[in-house]
């Protein structure tokens, strides 16, 4: 029977380690003295009784019926044991995988040492019941919602919002899981390296630059797992990382346990919007974080807009320095889909780009895109593009990245096997995603799905849509997981969409524009004082109404030439007279 106490000693053991115990107990030891043998009368009379007993007992197992009736006893008590126990046992150990808290402490060697390649995330060891959905209760209005088809407005003809039933803020509330939901993966570790090298193309000392086998590696899903995940040169996120973060503020941040919104503005690219119809349950117990770059930060201080307190409305700013990237909407990936290492505590997050507005309630929110569904990440698909071929042309045909290295990205994943999409992928809906919002709960397969899109967009271009199901369908090849992808139009009903700074300033200089045009200028300007213009000149007279000569003729012959007259004597006598005439001057 000892041997049997200490084996439900070491199995009680097993939730808390012997370093642990030893520690609730001075010096951290347990140590036991030898003592003189001291025995007084009474307790020899007792050993006297005992031995007697002992003898008797012997005695009679020796006797075939009592023995093979004491021999029935131990093996009842025996079987009892077994089954009782042992069932139990097994029916903790079934309740499913145990619940995730993240933290960026480091595990112990063998010898008590620090590792240098590794942050892990540690795992509770009490095991809990995880989440398996609910449906709503009969009656509902939402339980037989239909969405109605779109308003015949020929003249808007671009995406638009839809209605969405969303439960009230309280029942919402209410039906928030207590568990986790389940992952395939229990212990997600990261990276770790002072010292990285580039070996092959892509890739960024933020990120580690993976090689090709480490990445194909990180595909290959199992229990525990050690990826790169950014934030490779520290132990902690935004310590001497790069996308550095003071201790105040990051602080403030692991105390954040329950829901978190966040956004991020950099290269001062977009307005800062307040969140609207926030209950105040969620004012009180819901997170909202905005990063900001320093250049954002000295735009907003002189606008007024932030002030010595780093809160303006219910965003709490966080200012983030050392940038890992030159590129804005690369460093606004980093919070996108690392929002886990960031905020080590927290159960569940909105992420929405700096452009957005966010108009309902975040528990309403979260009921109806995650929990309602039973998903551990949930994205509205593209309301236009489904295809990551299509998706890539429209990316080329707005100067969205260099034209060359989309190609390469999708010449990659071609020989990877990537096809355009068909309805063959059902009940996958849609390739491309509109990325602007992501809805998720922190457990370690969501966690992973972050990482290995971040990975991507690292190595490639920066155009996650491009990079998204690749990810996606290589996890869904090795285990039954997979994103919960919802319409555009439902996003657009808790989001409102603006527009960026350079934008917004092109579109006020057509408004102003159009409300004063500028004149025409078809002529100078006339001078105030001048002369009044000479009056215009005459018209010229007429031409006289003479016909004109007749034509000459071939037998007409040209005019004679007459000689001038000579001075003194006349032609007299060349005159001739004619007969009859007389002379009126004689002699």
Known sequence: ??????????????????????????????SVSPSPPFINRKQAKMLKEKEKVYYWLCK?????????????????????????????????????????????????????????NTVQDTVATTPLKYFTGYTLPPGNPCESFALPPPPADRKRIGPRPCPVCYLDQEQAMSLMPDSPSYSPVNNLTYVYEEQSSKTEFGGSEFGGYPSLKQREDSYDIRDS????????????????????????????????????????????????????NVSEAAKRDVCFFMFFDEETEAAMRNASILGTSNKVGLWRIVVVRNLPYTDSRRNGKVP??????????????????????????PYQILERF???????????????????????????????YDNASIDFQIEFYKKEGLTPY??????????????????????????????????????????????FSTVRDNIRKKVDWTVSMFLD???????????????????????????????????????????????????????????????????????????????????????????????????
């Not at 077994?82 to 150990?93: C, H, L, N, R, T």
């Not at 503005?265 to 919007?273: A, P, R, S």
């Open 225 to 276: 797992m050690n990826v790169h995940c950014g934030f490779v040169k520290g132990p902690r996120p935004g310590h001497g990382t790069g996308f550095d973060i003071n201790d105040a503020d990051f602080s403030e941040m692991e105390q954040c346990k329950g829901i978190v919104v966040a956004s991020a503005i950099f290269g001062n690219y977009d307005l800062l919007q307040q969140p609207k």
């Open 60 to 116: 009679a197992i020796g006797r075939k019926k009592v023995g093979m009736l004491f021999l029935a006893l131990v093996s009842t008590a025996v079987f009892v044991w077994v089954v009782y126990v042992g069932k139990g046992e097994d029916s903790v150990a079934r309740e499913g995988p145990p619940s995730i808290r993240l933290s960026t402490n480091k595990t112990l060697n063998s010898n008590g040492s620090l590792p240098t």
């Open 422 to 467: 068909t309805l063959a992928k059902l009940p996958i809906t849609s390739d491309v995603p509109e990325g602007c919002v992501i809805i998720r709960e922190h457990v370690p397969i969501s966690n992973l799905f972050g990482c290995l899109w971040f990975n991507e967009v690292d190595r490639f271009t920066s155009r996650d849509q491009i990079s």
């Open 336 to 361: 996108k889909l690392l929002l886990h290492r960031l905020f080590p505590n927290v159960r569940y997050s909105i992420w929405m780009d700096g452009k957005l507005e966010l108009v309902e309630d």
């Open 370 to 400: 995650l929990w309602r569904a039973n998903a551990s990440f949930a994205i509205s698909r593209h309301y236009k593009r489904f295809d990551v071929f299509v998706e890539a042309e429209a990316n080329k045909a707005a100067a969205k």
């Open 489 to 587: 139009c439902e996003r657009r009903n808790f989001v409102v969409q603006g527009y960026h700074k350079d934008v917004l300033a092109q579109k006020e200089a057509q408004r102003l524009a159009a409300i004063h045009p500028p004149p025409l200028l078809l002529s100078p300007p006339l001078p105030l004082l001048s002369p009044p213009p000479p009056p215009p000149p005459p018209p010229p007279p007429p031409p006289p109404l003479l016909s004109p000569p007749p034509p000459a003729t071939q037998t007409e012959n040209p005019p004679s030439r007459r000689n001038p007259p000579r001075r003194g004597r006349g032609r007299r006598r060349n005159r001739k007279v004619a007969a009859g005439t007389i002379d009126a001057n004689p002699g």
């Open 1 to 30: 029977m000892s041997g049997g106490s200490l084996g439900l000693g070491l199995r009680t053991g097993s939730y808390g380690s012997l370093q642990q115990i030893n520690s609730l107990l001075p010096n951290h030891s347990v």
